[in-house]
């Protein structure tokens, strides 16, 4: 499975951006996916999960209110809906492909990983 995590870029506090995640096959049909970040000199963490059928989903307290995670099965896609952007939301974000069915929040549950996509935050 191949992940390719678009939508980063530069934007102001208080913008939004809309991150997608495209998977190379449907192998993931049935797994959990998650969006993870890593800032500089940060270790990588959990942003967002949402189970196999997109009916469950879970987020970072950081993320809570802010930030939406959807997927559409259909077109083996993911996505994160972002608002009202922080300046310490800049990072490089990563989209994953759980083991299982669930999203779960440790980087350990998840073996398919995309390259990432930076955003950036200005002041």
């Known amino acids: 499975v191949q992940l390719q995590a678009s939508g980063g870029g530069l934007v102001q506090a208080g913008g939004s951006l809309r991150l997608s995640c495209a998977a190379s096959?449907?192998?993931?049909?049935?797994?959990?996916m998650g969006w993870f970040r890593q800032a500089p000199g940060k270790e990588r963490e959990f942003v967002a999960a949402i189970n196999w059928n997109g009916i469950i989903t879970n987020y970072a307290e950081s993320a809570k209110g802010r930030f939406t995670i959807s997927r559409d099965r259909a077109k083996n896609t993911m996505s994160l809906q972002m608002n009202n952007l922080k300046p310490e939301d800049t990072a490089v974000y990563y989209c994953a492909v759980s083991r299982s069915s669930v999203g779960g929040s440790s980087v350990r549950e998840y073996n398919y990983w995309g390259h990432g996509t930076l955003v950036t935050v200005s002041s």
């Open positions: 096959r449907r192998t993931n049909s049935n797994n959990g």
